[in-house]
């Protein structure tokens, strides 16, 4: 069935290095991806969306990259800090706004 | 500046019991969407529902499961005679209409004895 996966479970990076997570889908008509993040015991939160007719879009740290050829989703932050240790998540708007199809989710540690 | 708020945080119960877990969205958001998510797993699309209707219910099991949104109050998910694979974190999340950014309340999680 269609899904969207992620390439590594777990990326541990040193503070102020730059981070990217990667993140593959299937679904060739999805037209909206969005990134979250999740801190233990809490809800995922929103980090940044892309639509289908862009390929990049930056926001205060992060930048998302869209490879539709290759359906590929990629997650790149800046200058990574201590409070950016969360798992990450892409999504995938598969019916336009009904429902999100999540990714297994990447660890991302960041060591001091 | 309130975000999507759920009760409660967690909720134990035992095996047959029924279990009701709240959402209230954000301000202005009249689209309601459940998921459920496992141990170290993504989150699972249940149910997505705006005031008074159900929009797709695709990802909700067939039996013991409900969720309403009524046209005033908060969204209930309603879990009938629970059993030990209902244990789970659930969410809530809302937007103001499709296709735009879901905001997600904490979760409720729900542990079954």
């Known amino acids: 069935g269609e899904s969207v996966g992620l390439h590594l479970p777990t990326l541990s990076v040193q503070e102020g290095d730059n981070s990217i997570i990667n993140c593959a889908y299937s679904?060739?008509?999805?037209?909206?991806f969005i990134w979250y993040k999740q801190e233990s015991g809490k809800g995922p939160q929103f980090i940044i969306d892309?639509?289908?007719?862009?390929d990049k879009r930056q926001g205060q740290r992060v930048t998302v990259l869209l490879n539709k050829t290759v359906k590929h989703l990629s997650l790149q932050i800046a200058a990574t800090q201590p409070g950016d240790s969360a798992v990450y998540f892409c999504?995938?708007?598969?019916?336009?706004?009904?429902?999100?199809?999540f990714g297994a989710g990447t660890i991302l540690r960041v060591k001091s | 500046n309130a975000g999507v708020m759920q009760n409660p945080r967690h909720l134990v119960r035992r095996r047959g019991q029924e279990a009701r877990l709240r959402c209230s969205p954000m301000?202005?958001?009249?689209?309601v969407y459940w998921y459920r998510q496992l141990p170290e797993e993504g989150l699972k699309f249940m149910v997505y529902?705006?005031?008074?209707?159900?929009?797709?219910e695709s990802g909700m099991p067939k039996e013991r499961f409900s969720a309403e949104f009524p046209k005033e109050g908060p969204s209930i998910l309603r879990i009938q005679q629970v059993v030990r694979g209902d244990s789970a974190a659930y969410f809530c999340?809302?937007?103001?209409?499709?296709?735009?950014?879901?905001?997600f309340g904490d979760g409720t999680r729900l542990s079954i004895l």
């Open positions: 892309i639509r289908s007719n862009m």
């Open positions: 529902l705006q005031k008074e209707n159900i929009i797709d």
């Open positions: 999504a995938e708007d598969m019916e336009y706004g009904n429902k999100l199809v």
């Open positions: 301000k202005g958001h009249s689209h």
């Open positions: 999340a809302s937007s103001p209409f499709g296709n735009q950014p879901q905001h």
């Open positions: 679904n060739s008509a999805s037209d909206y």
